[in-house]
C-alpha cells in the first residue's frame, strides 16, 4: 500500500473533521461532528490524539497518543494507541494510522490501515468540495479499499471548539460494544 513520504508531523498537527469513514464498532452509529485534534507533546515526539463526537448534543470522546511505527522510516505509517474503557482507561488498545494521502497544503487527508478494515477521509473545514472528496475516494479505491463501505459524517452544527459541551460520561464507548 502506497503511503505518503516525508509527512510533516508539524503541518499535520491540529483540528481535522472527519468526512467519511468506514463504520466502526469504536464509533457511535449516530455520531455527527466527529473531529480529531492532533498536538505534538513537548516532552518525546509523541503526537497527542483527542477523538471527539456528539450523540445527541452530548461530546464523547477518547484521548490517546500516536507514535511513529518505525523512527527510522520516511513512510508516514504511525501507531496510534488509546487506553479503554474512556472512563476507567486500563486496557491499552493500538492500531495503525497510515496517511495514503495529503495534498500541498495540509488541507485534506486519506488515512488507512494495512488490513483495509478502516478509511478515513479528513479535512481541516467540517465540509469538503465535492471534487476533491470523489478524488479520494478513488485513491482509496485504487488502494484496494471496498468504497461501497464509506459512510459520509454529518456536521449540522460546529460543536464549541472548547471541551465544555455536555460529556456522556463514556456511555458511547459502551453502547459500541453492542453495536448501538
Aim: a neutral charge; glycine letters at 8%; charged letters at 25%.
Amino acid at each position: 500500500m502506497k503511503v505518503v513520504r516525508n509527512l510533516d508531523l508539524e503541518r499535520y498537527m491540529g483540528r481535522w473533521y472527519e468526512i467519511a469513514c468506514f463504520p466502526s464498532r469504536f464509533q457511535p452509529k449516530n455520531g455527527a461532528n466527529t473531529r480529531a485534534t492532533y498536538s505534538l507533546d513537548p516532552d518525546g515526539g509523541a503526537v497527542k490524539v483527542l477523538n471527539e463526537t456528539w450523540t445527541d448534543g452530548r461530546r464523547g470522546y477518547i484521548e490517546g497518543t500516536a507514535y511513529r511505527a518505525d523512527p527510522a522510516s520516511d513512510e508516514a505509517k504511525l501507531k496510534v494507541k488509546f487506553l479503554v474503557p474512556p472512563f476507567l482507561p486500563v486496557f491499552p488498545v493500538v492500531g495503525d494510522y497510515w496517511v495514503l494521502h495529503i495534498d500541498d497544503a495540509y488541507q485534506y487527508a486519506l488515512v488507512g490501515q494495512p488490513s483495509r478494515n478502516y478509511l478515513w477521509i479528513l479535512c481541516r473545514q467540517p465540509q469538503m468540495d465535492e471534487g476533491v472528496y470523489n478524488e479520494l475516494v478513488e485513491r482509496a479505491k485504487e488502494e484496494g479499499y471496498d468504497v461501497s463501505k464509506l459512510r459520509r459524517t454529518a456536521h449540522p452544527d460546529p460543536p464549541p471548539e472548547s471541551q465544555e459541551a455536555p460529556r456522556d460520561g463514556g456511555m458511547w464507548w459502551i453502547k459500541s460494544l453492542f453495536g448501538k
